[in-house]
């Protein structure tokens, strides 16, 4: 069973970074496209941004390009979130979630929420002003 555990969130100013990691474990983490998602107070879990297994084709929602970047380090069995000029509408809970990527590429929904199988427990980020 693959467990995912986030870590890295805090409190921070507006205009700052934070790195937010997620260690993989249970299986092999290269058969496996990851994602983050995050869920505002009150609101719905929204796409965030996604990374194919090998780490070289990543995608974003249209609202953090530019200011997120996704990576993944397979040799250390971790996804990664460099997440700079925070705003205090990136508030939320940060989850990462691990989609089996042994399908053909038009198969894998990166921004689908349903599609992912696995989930963490997320890590709280808290921008203020």
């Known amino acids: 069973q693959v467990q995912l555990a986030e870590s890295g969130g805090g409190l921070v100013q507006a205009g700052g970074s934070l790195r937010l990691s997620c260690a993989f474990s249970g299986r092999s983490f290269s058969n496996y496209a990851m994602g983050w998602f995050r869920q505002a107070p009150g609101a719905e879990r929204a796409y965030v941004a996604a990374i194919n297994w090998s780490g070289d084709t990543t995608y974003y929602a249209d609202s953090m390009k530019g200011r997120f970047t996704i990576s993944r380090d397979n040799a250390k069995n971790t996804l990664y979130l460099q997440m700079n000029s925070l705003e205090p509408g990136d508030t939320a809970v940060y989850y990462c979630?691990?989609?089996?990527?042994?399908?053909?590429?038009?198969?894998?929904?990166?921004?689908?929420?349903?599609?992912?199988?696995?989930w963490g427990q997320g890590t709280q980020v808290t921008v203020f002003s």
């Open positions: 979630a691990a989609q089996w990527a042994g399908v053909p590429e038009s198969a894998i929904f990166y921004d689908s929420q349903s599609r992912y199988d696995f």
